[in-house]
């Protein structure tokens, strides 16, 4: 039975092969996974459609491969050594030096058992010379966590160089490549680092982004007075009930579905010359991953309660941290948020999510000096920002827009009211 690239979700039409978990003449069963293909969004495990042996590989790591198109073969039943390549895909050296994902650097190739770990568990491992076999995992599969744990609890850390595997050729995939340091140039050096698919493909999106919309970015700031003080007062009781803490997250995910009721132009795409108007909620938010930025979307965000928002952002941050998050979850979307202040940001101007017409933008909440009732005071600011494409959204519309959210989130008790 052929191993084939499946239907890799909307819009993704390519992958990279990331990592074979099998050699040819490994032994596998129904639904074990047997390669990694990288796509720009996630990292997919394809798991084998029939038991039986890995009986040839004919993409190998690194290389780019459309839907449809065959990996490799499964045998039913086992499959003698002399049928299999004189080395296995993994551990062969290829003429044309292939570089690793950036996410992955620095790497060597690992001869430990991987199908049980995370990809990023594995990745993990790989640039800190971690042997899998020795990490216990925390459930069914050692995580990105059980890695890090292993590595903070260790006596000694691995050796900057990892020894030479016995009876195998130096590999051309080992690592990035770093460019010779010499005295000549008093020890500065260079390191070339091949791009990740997903990180090539969001410099294409951004740049493309940038060319096809008319896009222009406004800015307000918010008192986060109110939220923050309905916040001390409930997040016992909101933790205890729900099990989750109340964050900032679902109040600017609620303010921003009432601002996109009342200007329901910033919840639209453009088709040609068609603007659709879309008349439900699937708001995404902005996740930042060690590959790149994921957007998972929740779906019928106006139909969630705050805990259901919270429970939902706080699944989808583990999935992407572990690599489990699925294609499904990034599916569509109407509108973004993207949390610039995590990061310490004061102020920025996001890009667009294409096909979305708008995005907001939010910063570090910082101490400022304003004037209430001709007073100066100190308040807890935010400044946010909203990019739209001015296509189909006008600039009135954008800043009363942004005002509205200011208002939604200045006056909390609203968000009831807002449903």
């Known amino acids: 039975m052929n191993i084939v690239v499946p239907d890799l979700g909307e819009s993704v039409v390519e992958a990279t092969i990331s990592r074979w978990l099998k050699k040819v003449g490994d032994a596998v069963t129904i639904g074990e996974p047997v390669v990694v293909l990288a796509t720009d969004k996630v990292d997919l495990e394809i798991g084998a459609q029939t038991a039986g042996t890995l009986a040839t590989i004919i993409r190998q790591d690194g290389e780019d491969v459309k839907i449809g198109e065959v990996l490799g073969d499964i045998t039913a039943g086992s499959v003698g050594t002399s049928a299999a390549p004189p080395a296995p895909a993994i551990e062969q050296t290829p003429a044309s030096p292939t570089l690793p994902n950036a996410a992955t650097a620095p790497e060597t190739q690992s001869t430990t058992p991987v199908a049980q770990a995370t990809p990023v568990a594995q990745r993990m491992a790989d640039a800190e010379h971690v042997d899998l076999t020795q990490v216990p995992p925390s459930g069914a599969r050692v995580t990105k966590s059980d890695v890090q744990k292993f590595v903070e609890g260790r006596a000694a850390p691995a050796a900057d160089v990892p020894a030479e595997r016995p009876n195998s ?43 096809t919309a008319a896009m222009l970015t406004t800015f307000n700031e918010i008192d986060m007075s109110a939220v923050q003080a309905l916040r001390e007062r409930r997040k016992e009781v909101f933790k205890q009930k729900f099990g989750v803490g109340l964050g900032l997250s679902s109040f600017f995910v609620k303010a921003s579905i009432g601002a996109l009721k009342a200007f329901p132009r910033l919840n639209a795409e453009l088709r040609g010359d068609d603007m659709i108007l879309k008349h439900y909620y699937d708001i995404g938010v902005a996740i930042g991953a060690e590959e790149g930025l994921v957007v998972p979307v929740l779906r019928d965000a ?8 919270e429970k939902q952002i706080k699944a989808y941050a583990a999935q ?43 910063h570090a909440i ?28 006008d600039g009135r519309e954008a800043v009363q827009f942004l005002v509205r959210v200011k208002e939604l989130v200045e006056d909390p008790e609203s968000l009831l009211i807002e449903g």
């Not at 340091?181 to 982004?209: F, K, Y």
């Not at 106006?302 to 928002?309: K, M, P, T």
């Open 169 to 211: 050729a130096p590999s051309a995939v080992t690592s990035p490549t770093p460019l010779a340091a010499s005295a000549a140039n008093n020890g500065r050096r260079d390191e070339v680092i091949r791009m990740s698919r997903r990180r090539r493909t969001i410099a294409t999106r951004l740049v493309e982004a940038q060319h």
């Open 302 to 309: 106006d139909r969630l309660s705050f805990a259901e928002i």
């Open 320 to 362: 992407v941290g572990d690599g489990s998050l699925a294609l499904e979850a990034l599916r569509g979307g109407t509108f973004t948020i993207t949390n610039g202040g995590i990061f310490g940001s004061m102020m920025s101007t996001p890009i667009l999510n294409a096909p979305q017409v708008g995005i907001l933008g939010l």
């Open 366 to 393: 910082k101490p400022r000096a304003v004037v209430i009732d001709d007073q100066i005071v100190a308040r807890p600011m935010m400044y946010v920002a909203l990019s739209y494409d001015h296509r189909i959204v």
